[in-house]
């Protein structure tokens, strides 16, 4: 298991208390299991917030499957819910799903409450003067995600 881990690129120390505790959870599977575990967990504290996807693209480039079939996805989407819901070694928050979008109206309780939100949300559009529109494409949803100054910068100032 820790040779696994060493072919990858993952070093593990005596006092890796996070290997320990994977190890602990998973006593009773297979070495590869436990070294994919921690791999994941290592990927997943590296980035902080990232989709299931995006974590099977890391792995898979570290070399733990020598293709992206859907068996490998399917096991590493387990491996994740497992280790977030049953180990509680990844935070919930870490993994995102912008797939599943909240569809709500905005309500208030009364006119006033109304007015009080507009006056404090309200924002002038600055391109609207513009003879372009300045339009920003992302083939990954992370970019939502991780850049929200940027974004906010582009558009409020």
């Known amino acids: 298991m820790i040779r696994l881990l060493t072919e990858h690129g993952y070093a593990i120390h005596e006092d890796d208390s996070l290997f320990m505790q994977i190890v602990e959870y998973y ?12 791999a994941l967990v290592k990927v997943s504290y590296r980035e902080k917030q990232i989709s299931v996807r995006g974590v099977f693209y890391r792995i898979v480039s570290e070399g733990w499957a020598k293709s992206t079939n859907e068996r490998f996805y399917q096991r590493i ?37 109304y007015e009080e939100f507009v006056k404090k949300h309200y924002a002038r559009n600055p391109w609207q003067d513009q003879n372009c529109n300045v339009e920003i494409f992302s083939e990954k ?17």
């Open 27 to 38: 006593q009773r599977s297979r070495a590869e299991t436990i070294a994919l575990a921690y």
């Open 77 to 113: 989407s387990a491996l994740l819910t497992d280790l977030r819901r049953g180990a509680e070694l990844i935070p919930h928050d870490w993994i995102i799903d912008s797939t599943r979008i909240r569809d709500e109206y905005q309500m208030f309780p009364n006119l006033n409450e």
């Open 141 to 157: 949803m992370q970019w939502q995600v991780s850049c929200p100054p940027l974004r906010e910068s582009i558009v409020f100032h």
